[in-house]
């Protein structure tokens, strides 16, 4: 169930989308600048081409996720980056929030959402698991995790 006074919208201005992302990706476990991610380009980069979801309670930005869902071929969503600020952690607003980006790529016809996770970042992962996500492939570095969101795909 989606938290009542949450609100999710897809419209923001890249400024402002840019400067989110540069607060949240601290939060990440590794953080992506401590990885090299040049974080401009890279919000430019889902700005231009995912499908941003950026949630509110009243009028304060809670927190972020950008969604690729435009594989025909495949019918595999993936889940770039989802985020939420600290102080909103905890609240379900995270759930909300994948719940969304989910029914974005179902109404994109994906039938599974993709995404990949740092091993180090195991609050990412059990939420994940919790969510329903299972592991199908693992780096190094990081587990694949997929679920399938809509029943008659293959």
Same mark, same amino acid.
């Given at each position: ?8 919208? *897809?419209?923001?201005?890249?400024? #402002? /989308? !840019?400067? =989110?992302?540069?607060?949240? &990706? ?47 071929? *495949?019918?595999?969503?993936?889940? #770039? /980056? !989802?985020? =939420?600020?600290?102080?909103? &952690? ?65």
């Amino acid at each position: 169930m989606i938290n009542e006074e949450l609100e999710i919208s *897809s419209e923001i201005e890249r400024d #402002s /989308f !840019i400067k =989110i992302i540069s607060d949240l &990706q601290s939060q990440i476990i590794p953080p992506l600048d401590e990885m090299g991610v040049d974080i401009k380009e890279y919000a430019n980069k889902l700005y231009k081409n995912a499908d941003l979801l950026v949630a509110y309670k009243k009028e304060e930005i809670v927190g972020v996720a950008a969604v690729y869902a435009n594989d025909g071929g *495949s019918r595999c969503a993936y889940l #770039s /980056f !989802i985020a =939420i600020y600290r102080k909103y &952690q905890g609240r379900g607003y995270g759930t909300a929030l994948l719940n969304c980006a989910e029914n974005t790529a179902k109404k994109n016809n994906m039938c599974v959402l993709k995404l990949e996770v740092f091993k180090k970042n195991r609050r990412a992962l059990e939420f994940y698991i919790r969510n329903k996500y299972i592991q199908v492939d693992e780096t190094i570095d990081s587990y694949i995790l997929e679920k399938q969101i809509m029943m008659k795909c293959f």
